[in-house]
């Protein structure tokens, strides 16, 4: 098809304002599915996003649109993941679109997420619809959301706002006809040597690995052997087209078109969302800028709560389709056999503990997650990379310990810039930055990883209401003053429960954690001790208390010394035995996630 007659689009907004429901309209109006086959959120297919309401892997789906100037138009429709976790899938997504659909709630206005997808697509400079949602809502406050709108973004008073009731379809044939009009037509060259961007992938256990690619320059073919550029992988396509929602054959695909290539790789590793696709032969000089080979940036414990062999099998199953995933073998004292995994961030951790129950009914305990560390020993040359807290060298072998540091670039509204700037410093925050920008100002801040990773985002958004969004880019790992906090129970020690902290946070957050426990650890007939130690030290300690009375205090006629003397013979016995005979539910290690 000729490329004036194409519009790579995508839908950005906040959470819940309606992507999902607008995109089922537009595939019911343009009837790539007829009424009959329509389910709500059709594109929502992993039953996560059912179970959320949240798109984790984006989807695309071409439109058969004819439009008022009696012309046929392809419309493709990406959509894309829409939490932080997923940033780079989304700018990728947005990376292979013409134009966005910026779409926002009636009933709630421009949000943290609005303000995040809407900056990166400001920064692609990409061409923007501004599209009000939910018009039918009573509490709809349509004047409100303009104003916002607005403020958020000057440029957008030239241009037509639409409002739109995706749920009742209100407003979305005026809509079909903006994105033809306004969104322009993909600009490539197809006399040039292939070029296209790899913004998604899919594994099939019976395909392997599935690509989704936006071609930039050129002539895809089903005959031709193609290369990804950055892992240097050749493959003979096994089928060549586009998704109509499902896939459907096409065997060729053109500059500026989006669809899918069924690889017939079997290995995940070769494919990753940024790269580019050339040809084997006369492959393009220059890839499709900004690729990025995503890293870990968060690790836990998985353990099995029966299985372990079922639930190896279904990480393994799990790691084909989110490359960004990775798995390593554990044994935990405390836990047994499992695996320690590196995820994207604790949203994508979530999702992952989520897809083995709903998927694979799998039930496990996730220990609290932690980054990674550099530690260089005394007498060693090489500092090595930790990724679990109890393989932490014994504090006497330590030389130094480093940490990874992220740039954290917020975007916030003026009368914010006090309370964020106090956040940061209560996350160890180092300013770095601060420049005035429309809307607002852009703070940056050096931050500990370790830090941020879990509810920096959630409380920056509560102390903001929701106006500020956060960007981070990995700096590197610095040295910083890390001390692992052991913790026993019943004198004993476990493992699964060790974690590494800064020093001079490290007598605080032991008292918190060994409250914690003590409210979740199972209570035995006697009373447990729970103690938190740095370098051998403790720092704190609380006594679980008995199930119930126990021996010692039992006969109420005894005299005092007996009872002590009982209460001593207990003791050593549980001394000597220092083992752990209990088993930690998951809420011991959820006590831990809201600590810090
Ligand atoms: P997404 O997270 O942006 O994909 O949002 P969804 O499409 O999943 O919609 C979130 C919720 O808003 C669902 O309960 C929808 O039924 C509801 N919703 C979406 N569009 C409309 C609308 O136009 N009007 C009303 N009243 N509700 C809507
Ligand atoms: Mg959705």
Not at 502 to 513: D, I, N
Request: proline content about 4%; charged content about 25%.
């Amino acid at each position: 098809m000729q490329e004036k007659y194409i519009r790579n689009f995508a839908i950005i907004s906040h959470i819940d304002h309606g992507k999902s429901t607008l995109s089922d309209r537009l595939m019911e109006l343009t009837g790539t599915v007829s009424k009959r086959e329509m389910a709500p959120q059709l594109l929502d297919s992993l039953s996560v996003e059912q179970a959320h309401g949240v798109t984790v892997k984006s989807r695309t789906v071409q439109l058969q649109y004819r439009a008022k100037d009696g012309q046929n138009y392809r419309l493709n429709l990406i959509d894309t993941p829409g939490h932080v976790d997923f940033a780079y899938e989304v700018s990728k997504s947005l990376a292979a679109t013409d134009g966005v659909l910026l779409l926002v709630d009636a009933t709630q206005g421009v949000q943290a997420q609005t303000v995040a997808n809407w900056r990166l697509a400001h920064d692609l400079g990409l061409p923007m619809i501004p599209v009000i949602n939910k018009v039918d809502s009573a509490q709809a406050d349509v004047d409100r959301v303009y104003d916002e709108l607005m403020a958020l973004d000057s440029t957008l008073l030239s241009k037509t706002i639409y409002q739109v009731s995706a749920k009742t379809g209100q407003g979305v044939p005026e809509l079909l006809e903006g994105i033809v009009k306004e969104l322009p037509s993909p600009k490539g060259d197809s006399n040039r040597p292939l070029k296209a961007l790899v913004y998604d992938s899919e594994y099939d256990a019976y395909l392997g690995v599935i690509t989704q690619i936006r071609v930039v320059d050129g002539q895809l073919n089903a005959g031709q052997t193609l290369r990804f550029m950055a892992t240097n992988k050749s493959f003979q396509p096994k089928e060549v087209g586009v998704y109509r929602p499902d896939r459907t054959k096409t065997n060729q695909l053109s500059a500026g078109e989006v669809g899918y290539v069924v690889t017939g790789l079997k290995e995940p590793k070769f494919v990753k969302i940024g790269d580019t696709l050339t040809s084997a032969s006369k492959g393009c000089q220059e890839a499709v800028s900004g690729f990025q080979e995503r890293q870990p940036v968060v690790y836990a414990g998985i353990f099995p709560k029966d299985d372990y062999l079922s639930l190896k099998e279904a990480l393994l199953k799990i790691e084909l389709n989110d490359s960004a995933l990775t798995i390593a073998e554990e044994h935990s004292a405390a836990l047994g056999p499992g695996f320690r995994v590196g995820f994207l961030g604790v949203f994508h951790l979530q999702i992952i503990q989520e897809r083995l129950a709903s998927e694979y009914g799998i039930e496990v305990i996730v220990t609290a997650p932690n980054v990674s560390y550099q530690v260089r020993q005394v007498q060693e040359k090489e500092a090595i990379t930790v990724t679990n807290p109890a393989e932490f060298p014994s504090f006497e072998k330590i030389e130094s310990v480093e940490e990874p540091i992220v740039l954290g670039i917020i975007d916030t509204p003026g009368d914010y810039l006090d309370a964020v700037m106090k956040l940061a410093e209560r996350y160890r925050g180092t300013f770095a930055d601060l420049v005035d920008q429309a809307g607002g100002v852009r703070l940056s801040y050096r931050l500990p990883l370790a830090e941020i990773a879990y509810d920096f985002f959630n409380q920056l958004k509560s102390i903001t209401h929701g106006y500020a969004s956060l960007q981070t880019k990995a700096i590197g790992f610095e040295e910083s003053d890390l001390v692992k906090v052991d913790v026993q129970v019943n004198y004993a020690k476990v493992d699964a429960l060790a974690f590494v902290t800064h020093r001079s946070k490290a007598a605080a957050l032991t008292q918190k954690v060994v409250h914690e426990l003590k409210m979740t650890i199972p209570r035995r007939l006697y009373p447990m001790p729970v103690q938190a130690l740095v370098e051998g030290k403790v720092l704190a300690r609380v006594d679980v208390p008995p199930l119930r009375k126990n021996a010692a205090v039992n006969g109420e006629q005894r005299s005092v010394s007996k009872k002590q003397a009982l209460l001593r013979r207990q003791n050593v016995n549980k001394r000597s035995a220092a083992h752990l005979d209990i088993v930690l539910p998951q809420e011991v290690f959820n006590a831990l996630l809201s600590l810090n």
